[in-house]
């Protein structure tokens, strides 16, 4: 039973059997992504598919604002009412969620579509650009359920739901792809922005229904369920806000160099993030699994447990996130020349990326940790001024060394927050998240028990 309280050695094993799962899915993902991404870059060209990645880029925070904080909450709240058995709440958070993601993704939408239709009448936005951003404000919706749903399956348990439906997205986006490029059809940037939608429109019913079907056997429907709008959106919305600052922290990057350097650059530089997302298989894998165990051990007081999970998770993944930062420094251009010519140019962006990877693993799940154990407010500070730091950084670096000094602020920025959230566990917590604790903060670790 996904709620049902395990021994170290029984946790252990679930979190082990998910990781290898997840890490074979999101690998399989991946590739295909990455075989997508390769394929988009030689059909569109540089130019063109610098518009799309900007988009794409810009979509994610229109993502992240009409989900409203819910997909985060539901890791926080849903593990800790199935452990408690508290039905009538557990199906009122999911009820409460949907709708109210719903509402915010539509409106979103709209939004979005008459903000662009102005600037298109006004001249001030070419046809291209926003027929690709339309398209991008109404995959909205798709995007949000979907990203519902897989945080719903995976506090239920449902790790294979969670991930292995999505994984048919990219498959559907690159069989589409590999169509249109057959039949000669162009591919532009309103066009590359939509297939990612067919994929959704194909696995969201099938990931419902599955997901529906689990809870009917795991989390009984009361007679009546309980709903807390405000105590839930107490949490929600300042778990937003992190996600904006992690917006802030991870896409500035891309979208400054886009808006400063043009389209070229911004291809240039989100090859070089596609081919830095393989370092973090390893610890998003284990982290999907290790999440949801989080607020039950930290409800049953069980700082011990907390400790052992963060840092067995983080030392099954830092080791390989260590060999990978290796292997992609020396294959740098090698890989990026896989997207076209002159993608090789972006090696140096690469090599800053990879060593900020590698940070944020050694660290341990930090953020996770205090999200999910009631100091999401602590969290939140740190990001705030780590995404005020970052902004202040690509200010100072990108005009003096380009691109790579954009990279350079991201690594800096990244490096900042992963270092005092992680004093903050120690204190706040009590736990050592991860197995360099004692050399990252030797004195607060030593006096740190579990």
């Known amino acids: 039973m996904p709620f049902s309280p395990a021994t170290p050695g029984g946790l252990r094993r679930r979190v082990l059997r998910g990781a290898v799962l997840s890490l074979a899915v999101q690998l399989a993902a991946a590739l295909v992504n990455y075989a997508l991404t390769i394929t988009l870059a030689r059909a569109m060209g540089a130019g063109s598919f610098g518009v799309y990645s900007l988009v794409s880029a810009w979509s994610a925070p229109l993502?992240?604002?009409?989900?409203?904080?819910?997909?985060?909450?539901v890791i926080r709240f849903l593990p800790e009412y199935g452990a408690a058995g508290d039905w009538a709440r557990?199906?009122?958070?999911?009820?409460?969620?949907?709708?109210?993601?719903?509402?915010?993704?539509?409106?979103?939408?709209?939004?979005?579509?008459?903000?662009?239709?102005?600037?298109?009448?006004?001249?001030?936005?070419?046809?291209?650009?926003?027929?690709?951003?339309?398209?991008?404000?109404?995959?909205?919706?798709?995007?949000?359920?979907?990203?519902?749903?897989?945080?719903?399956?995976?506090?239920?348990?449902?790790?294979?739901?969670?991930?292995?439906?999505?994984?048919?997205?990219?498959?559907?986006?690159?069989?589409?792809?590999?169509?249109?490029?057959?039949?000669?059809t162009q591919v532009t940037s309103a066009v590359a922005v939509a297939l990612p939608l067919l994929g959704v429109v194909v696995a969201l019913p099938l990931q419902r229904r599955r997901l529906r079907r689990g809870l009917e056997a795991i989390a009984p429907m009361p007679a009546r369920i309980s709903t807390e709008p405000r105590g839930w959106l107490a949490v929600s919305l300042p778990l937003l806000a992190i996600d904006g600052c992690l917006i802030v922290l991870n896409q500035l990057d891309l979208l400054t160099i886009g808006l400063a350097l043009g389209p070229r650059e911004a291809a240039l530089y989100s090859a070089a993030a596609a081919?830095?997302?393989?370092?973090?298989?390893?610890?998003?894998?284990?982290?999907?699994?290790?999440?949801?165990?989080?607020?039950?051990?930290?409800?049953?007081?069980?700082?011990?447990?907390?400790?052992?999970?963060?840092?067995?998770t983080t030392r099954w993944a830092l080791f390989p996130t260590a060999a990978g930062a290796g292997l992609v420094c020396v294959l740098a251009r090698p890989l990026l020349g896989l997207f076209g010519a002159g993608f090789e140019d972006a090696a140096p962006i690469l090599m800053i990326l990879a060593l900020g990877h590698l940070v944020n693993v050694s660290t341990g799940p930090v953020a996770n940790l205090l999200n999910l154990c009631g100091h999401h407010g602590a969290s939140l500070r740190v990001f705030g001024v780590c995404a005020v730091l970052n902004i202040a950084l690509v200010a100072l670096l990108l005009p003096a060394l380009g691109a790579p000094g954009a990279a350079l602020a991201t690594v800096l920025s990244m490096a900042a927050w992963n270092l005092v959230l992680h004093r903050?566990?120690?204190?706040?917590?009590?736990?050592?998240?991860?197995?360099?604790?004692r050399l990252l903060a030797p004195r607060l670790a030593e006096r740190t028990a579990s």
């Open 90 to 184: 557990f199906h009122g958070f999911i009820r409460l969620a949907s709708r109210v993601t719903l509402a915010a993704s539509l409106a979103a939408a709209l939004a979005v579509t008459g903000a662009i239709a102005l600037g298109w009448q006004a001249g001030v936005v070419g046809t291209p650009v926003a027929s690709a951003v339309c398209v991008a404000a109404w995959g909205v919706p798709l995007l949000v359920r979907q990203r519902l749903l897989a945080e719903m399956s995976r506090a239920a348990g449902q790790t294979g739901n969670a991930l292995v439906i999505p994984l048919l997205q990219p498959l559907i986006l690159l069989g589409a792809a590999l169509v249109l490029l057959w039949h000669g």
């Open 63 to 73: 993502v992240l604002v009409a989900a409203l904080g819910m997909p985060a909450a």
């Open 275 to 312: 081919t830095g997302m393989f370092l973090l298989f390893a610890w998003i894998a284990v982290n999907t699994v290790a999440q949801p165990a989080y607020p039950r051990l930290h409800a049953d007081r069980d700082l011990a447990a907390i400790g052992r999970l963060s840092r067995l």
């Open 424 to 437: 903050i566990v120690l204190r706040r917590i009590g736990v050592r998240p991860s197995p360099l604790s």
